[in-house]
């Protein structure tokens, strides 16, 4: 009975988490669509929501501190109690984030901001960068995800690099043109508040990971990678390699958003991300035609480059998939059953597991075939074994999945429909395990 009592109160503190988030998510979006538009209601009604998140905040601090007094929880139960305090601290310093934001509207209205985009700011981008993470952070909190948290983790240098180009780009502005130095100054303002919802974003995801693994992840300290600068210096082509990995894996981290966008309807939404897919694919396959160009003439690889041009071939049909996918889900409207549509998220869930290990195959590979460091090598086929288990669990999970479509899908152009987007899924993991197996290939000899 104790038992019992104590998962449904901690479902209850999970749930006004969620609330809280999708609160917070609300006021963020909110905040950058006034700020987009110079619209004082919107901007007046963010910054009227403030008292409810405080409200939240308020009521997970009392649930989580009467769960600790009469429940006594232990280990992943304690972790994620006290993840509950610094996740509840952080959407409410997001929810302050988004009214700075939105206080910015009336100054821009008064002082006609639009002349502020001769300056050709990214703030938009930086936006949008912003808010994926937020999205992406309060998902893997919801579904527990570490790997989504680790992708928040990541995407967080992005939004720097925005920061000080947005910043640079004001400045020069407002010294070219003293006229715009009061809209100026409310820019600033907004950058640096989108580089703070960033960083809030990355503490939830800190949050999950502390709360699944017992980590934390700041004090963790990554064994260094001598091979990394060899790779930046000595041989660029396994730099871009490596490069064109990372591409791949942010293609396919967005890939979730845009299904769940698809099964809301929400087109405007659905194109917004296409459009980032379409983006960050491009941008790999710049990096593939740069990997072509700086393959070394003479032999510095105990490997064949045609052995080398299948392996990127496959690497680089992984982000293809993405692209695939995100046309084919543009192509019509399908009205799918609820418990159908959360079985697709868990099908490309899973033939998102292999992603997990690309970049580091990539890496320990590359560094037994300079350094013959048997160490990476066992790495390396250990990764191998890993992808190749992960892409069997996708299989068996797409054909129950293609089972049940069958016998409950009677309409011959959505069963069509349906059929042909699992094998669209099914195909990430499937090119993930053929580049994990020509790798393996390369490493072996």
């Not at 209205?109 to 938009?124: D, F, G, M, N």
């Not at 930086?126 to 928040?152: C, G, P, R, T, Y």
């Not at 992840?217 to 790779?231: D, F, G, H, W």
């Not at 897919?277 to 740069?290: C, M, R, S």
């Amino acid at each position: 009975m104790v038992r019992v009592s104590l998962e449904r109160e901690l479902q209850i503190l999970k749930n006004l988490l969620v609330d809280m988030s999708k609160s917070v998510d609300e006021m963020i979006t909110g905040a950058l669509k006034a700020i987009e538009n110079l619209d004082p209601d919107l901007a007046n009604k963010v910054i009227r929501f403030d008292e409810q998140v405080d409200y939240y905040e308020h009521m997970v601090t009392l649930s989580a501190v009467e769960i600790i007094a009469l429940q006594q929880p232990v280990a992943k139960d304690l972790r994620f109690i006290i993840s509950a305090f610094d996740i509840a601290r952080n959407l409410e310093r997001l929810a302050d984030q988004a009214v700075n934001i939105a206080e910015r509207v009336p100054n821009l209205v008064e002082q006609k901001a639009p002349p502020i985009y001769k300056c050709e700011t990214s703030i938009q981008p930086m936006a949008k960068e912003a808010l994926f993470m937020l999205e992406s952070a309060i998902n893997a909190f919801i579904s527990e995800d570490v790997q989504k948290a680790h992708a928040v983790i990541k995407h967080d240098d992005i939004v720097d690099s925005y920061k000080r180009e947005n910043i640079k780009i004001l400045k020069e502005c407002m010294r070219n043109d003293p006229n715009l130095i009061d809209i100026g100054i409310e820019y600033l303002i907004v950058v640096q508040n989108l580089e703070r919802i960033g960083d809030h974003a990355c503490n939830i995801a800190e949050a999950v990971i502390f709360t699944v693994e017992g980590k934390i992840p700041k004090l963790e300290r990554l064994e260094p990678i001598s091979i990394q600068e060899i790779l930046t210096k000595q041989y660029p082509f396994f730099n871009l390699l490596l490069k064109h990995a990372r591409l791949v894996s942010e293609c396919l981290i967005r890939l979730p958003l845009a299904l769940e966008a698809y099964f809301h309807k929400d087109k405007e939404r659905l194109a917004e991300i296409a459009k980032h897919i379409t983006e960050i694919e491009k941008e790999a396959d710049k990096v593939k035609t740069n990997i072509r160009g700086h393959l070394p003439k003479g032999l510095i690889l105990p490997v064949e480059k045609f052995e080398v041009f299948l392996y990127l071939k496959e690497q680089d049909g992984v982000a293809d998939s993405a692209e695939e996918i995100i046309n084919w889900l543009s192509f019509k409207d399908i009205d799918i059953p609820e418990d159908l549509a959360q079985k697709l998220q868990r099908l490309l869930n899973q033939n998102l597991e292999p992603l997990r290990y690309i970049e580091e195959l990539v890496q320990r590979a590359t560094d037994f075939l300079i350094t013959r460091s048997e160490t990476s090598r066992n790495v390396a086929k250990e990764l191998v074994r890993k992808i190749r288990y992960e892409e069997y669990l996708s299989e068996n999970l797409a054909t129950d999945l293609k089972r049940e479509v069958f016998s409950r899908i009677s309409d011959p152009l959505t069963l069509f429909y349906l059929l042909n987007l699992v094998e669209m899924i099914t195909d990430i993991s499937g090119h993930a395990e053929n580049a994990a197996d020509l790798m393996r290939a390369m490493i072996a000899k």
